[in-house]
């Protein structure tokens, strides 16, 4: 029979070697943090988002993206754009070479004058005084002017001056500047696009909804959301059409239109629509 302090040995040894083992066990590791959508909230890392009966998640979309040609041709004299700029309808974005536009036009000039002299000799011969040329009466000047080549030459005029008009490129409306193509002392050709504009004032919301919930919307309703960038923040919009078919993941796409304009807001960003 072991003694007492053998005893109470063994029984510390024991213990020991428990609590050893418990020290000695690897913490459980947290599992990564995954983005988790609820009814009431959508989380995504640390940052939550909390709405009210969120229905479906989407993209802020441009209604609008075109590209901006030249429609005529020349080096590019000036043009100072980025990606991303915003600008202005009708602001000046970028100039084209016009010298050799200019040369022709000062050449018409010219010609014109000299069938102008034309018109007034013509007049003259016809019996009319050289104070009374501005008194004729308008079908007989539109006569001795088609005659003498003058109307036909005003036409080459007024042409070559909508010409050089096109050499300076302007902004068809407010929007952003994105894909540039082209820079400085580059050739622009006819129907090639120098870059695109992308609408920022028109935007929409594209988002999905479970097939369940369709019922729920109708065309012209209005809408509520917030994004994940500014999530305090709730935006109007109106439902503009709801897809006709359902997708194979059990969803429906739907479109809004974004009532009025928020300079803030940006295609791609992610949205939360309420209901």
């Given amino acids: 029979m072991k003694s007492l302090p053998n005893i109470l040995i063994s029984l510390s040894i024991a213990a020991f070697t428990v609590c050893s083992c418990g020290q000695n066990e690897n913490p459980r590791q947290e599992e990564p943090q995954r983005a988790e959508q609820t009814e009431s909230r959508y989380k995504l890392g640390v940052n939550t988002i909390e709405v009210d009966k969120v229905a479906g998640k989407g993209k802020i979309k441009s209604l609008n993206t075109v590209p901006v040609y030249s429609i005529t041709e020349g080096v590019i004299n000036e043009i100072s754009l980025v990606e991303g700029q915003r600008v202005r309808k009708n602001e000046v974005l970028a100039v084209i070479d016009d010298s050799e536009c200019r040369v022709l036009i000062s050449e018409l000039e010219s010609e014109l004058q000299k069938k102008a002299y034309e018109v007034n000799s013509t007049l003259i011969g016809m019996g009319y005084s050289r104070e009374s040329l501005n008194s004729v009466p308008a079908g007989i000047r539109e006569s001795v002017e088609i005659m003498t080549g003058y109307t036909h030459a005003m036409v080459k005029y007024e042409n070559q001056k909508r010409m050089l008009e096109n050499h300076i490129i302007k902004a068809p409306f407010d929007g952003s500047i994105l894909d540039i193509k082209v820079g400085r002392m580059f050739y622009a050709h006819k129907g090639e696009p120098l870059f695109y504009l992308m609408d920022t004032d028109n935007l929409i919301v594209q988002f999905e909804v479970l097939e369940t919930m369709v019922s729920r919307y109708s065309v012209g309703m209005p809408l509520e959301f917030t994004t994940l ?3 305090d923040r709730k935006y109007k919009a109106e439902l503009l ?7 194979n993941t059990g969803m429906v796409v739907m479109t809004a239109r974004i009532d009025g304009r928020h300079p803030e807001l940006r295609p791609g960003m992610t ?4 209901y």
């Fill in 229 to 231: 960038s500014f999530s």
């Fill in 241 to 247: 059409s709801i897809a006709p078919n359902v997708e």
């Fill in 271 to 274: 949205t939360f629509i309420n």
